[in-house]
């Protein structure tokens, strides 16, 4: 009887009658002797679970968005219904080609959109702002004191006197550069939106919502109006119909493993087989995220390619497994037994390391990434039995192509036969040398140095103006440009909240305060403009005395404040008139505008909060987008020391040996340490999209790490070399390694060319962190085992 040189010595043995079926342990014995029940039950698994599938709804939620836990954001949700419109709102600028708004047919254009957009399902009505609704007034100071009126009067015709009557009132009415922009070529219509569609009573359909605001564009745009749209809603739409481009990404990156797998094996069947499990897993996974009431998002859109990818790699270790043991001569059921015997523990360990890269993406308390987090945990606990156990079941019923066994058996033999090696492996094989083990070691210290220096300068949040999900080039980033131009009020908006005792919001020392900080606020790089129930009761007081700016002061008259208050618009203050709002517009939403703002109105709460008034962040877009960042940026250092943590207890439990561990983990902090290196030089920020890519990147690097040195562990226990080990871990487990490393890498590199910013940025990420755990595990793991593994009554050459 003949033995094996792979992994374990098992007996070659090519007929199943003189295997013995109760060999091996129980599960492999429940698995293995129930083959047909298993196939069967997975059949009616994949059918009824494709069945949800078909039903799996792709939309967004601005929640989901949000750190909903974060003080900042507790404050707005607290005071949501005295804020409408500062969260999830859209704003349409209305722009004339030729002349300027104050012209009748333009009036006229302007009424038509907004009576349109009135109606768009999930608005929140009472709330829209434009020229046409009654909120917006105007008010001046006259003989009898103060006056004003909708700015849009009841008596308007549309006749030169009536338009010229509008220009005046929009004069008066403080809204240039908020409503109408400085050079009088356009106007704002905003539109804050619901969370629930009051008429169907489900989420907001935002693809469906951007796709009637593209209707209302097409609809009103001409060679004289243009429409310019900008908002979360119109965001999230286009990141969904940029999806079904990204669709082509992830096909292609299919096809690519799938070819690279057949030029590997040069067998059809396995190839097929492998890619079926994997397609399996991601079918079972979509049904249970639909099973479970979830909906697909821009951001998870990415899970089911990582799960195909991730099974793709364990599913090549298992069919080169088995592909081995039949060319040596083993019956197909009994060479899939064997493999997995020997890959069972690595694989499931490996799989455990990815379920915790994900699992671990929990503690960040934005909803988006929970649910990839979840969604990705079902994945991998669906691959753990489609891959590790269906594959191998498939594979004993049909075996692998005789020719490509014989392939493989021909290359495996003349390699162990002492024949001249690949210079593949010849290469490979002096980092188990101590010259070229210290060459990989240092030359890693310094990359590791260098990234450690350079990731100091990484940034957490967005570093591009507009929407850096969409490309700077997109129609969303060119509406947004243009608002950015041509309004003070920008669509970067931040709001303080302060709050005081019922009926006191127009105090004189409350109003002092306000204005020292919108004062304070204007001092800040990035901010365009301020607007609070301060600024109004300065203007007013200039007013009421003839107009003379030496007036522009905040009297202390309380009958004067509180007149003003009583005429000043909505959005500056509550019904109860217990809180005031400071509306702070940015000049774009970039971490070191939003770092800036923050930190000066913090500084100012602290040393002026009071019983009397106490200055909240943050509501409005930015406020919220400024939440996220500080949550982002607290729990990436939280999230690696836990994801490294479970990874090392998890090979520690695998290898029962710390010096294993070291060797497989330093490879993955300094592919950490270089992808945040990759990061600060591609000016990519730390924020909702690429902070789980660093998570997944340990995650799943830490599965190469595992398939290799538990050959070499076990070869070295049989009394091997170092050098002897590792050279049987290339033939057995490393070369798959190479192969899943460039097929996920190539994949993933796809994606740079994606309409999609954010899926953009993730492929470059993925695909370099593929590429340097390949490498980790090829080159600075056996380098490291020279000097960790090697006991000191065996020492190497």
Known sequence: MKYDNAFEQQPVIDRL?????????RLERLLFNNRLAIVAVCMIITIVLGLQATRLRLNASFERMIPTQHPYIVNYFENKNELPGLGNSIRIAVETVHGTIFDAVYLEMLRRINDESFFIPGADRSAMKSLWTPAT???????????????????YDGSPASVGQVRANVEKSGQIGQLVAANFKSSMIILPMLDIDPETGKPIDYQKLSHNLEKLRSTFQSDKIKLHITGFAKIAGDLMDGLRQVMFFFALATLIATVMVFWFTRCVRST????ISSIIAVVWQLGLVRTFGFELDPYSMIVPFLIFSIGMSHGAQKMNGIMQDIGRGTYRVIAARYTFRRLFVAGITALLCDAVGFGILMIIQIGVIQQLALMASMGVAVLIFTNLVLLPIMLSFTGVSPKAAARSLKSEAAALAGEKKHPMWRLLDLFTHRKWATVAIVISILLGGMGYVVRSHLQIGDLDAGAPELRPDSRYNQDNAFVVANYASSSDVLVVMVKTPANKCGQYDTLIKVDALEWDLQQVSGVESTSSMAGLAKQATVGMNEGSLKWYEILN??????AVTVRAPRDLFNQNCNMLSLFVFLKDHKADTLTGVIKQVEKFAKKNNSEDARFLLAAGNAGIEAATNIVVKDSMATMLYWVYGAVIILCFV??????????????LVLTSFLCETLMVWLKIGVKVSTLPVIALGVGIGVDYALYVLSVVMARMREGMSLSEAYYQSLLFTGKVVILTGLTLAMGVAT??????????????????MFLWNMLGALILLPALARFLLIRRDNPEK
């Open 17 to 25: 009658e003189a295997f013995d079926i109760h060999s091996g342990n």
């Open 137 to 155: 007034r105007w008010a001046e100071v006259t003989e009898d004191g103060l006056t004003g009126g909708p700015v849009m009067p009841d008596t």
């Open 272 to 275: 097929l087989l492998v890619v």
């Open 557 to 562: 008259n309380q009958n004067v404040l509180n």
């Open 654 to 667: 695998t290898f029962r040996s710390w010096q294993a561990v070291c060797a497989a983990v330093i490879p």
């Open 751 to 768: 994606w740079a060319f994606s309409p999609i910013k954010f899926q953009a940025d993730m492929g470059i990420l993925l695909s370099f």
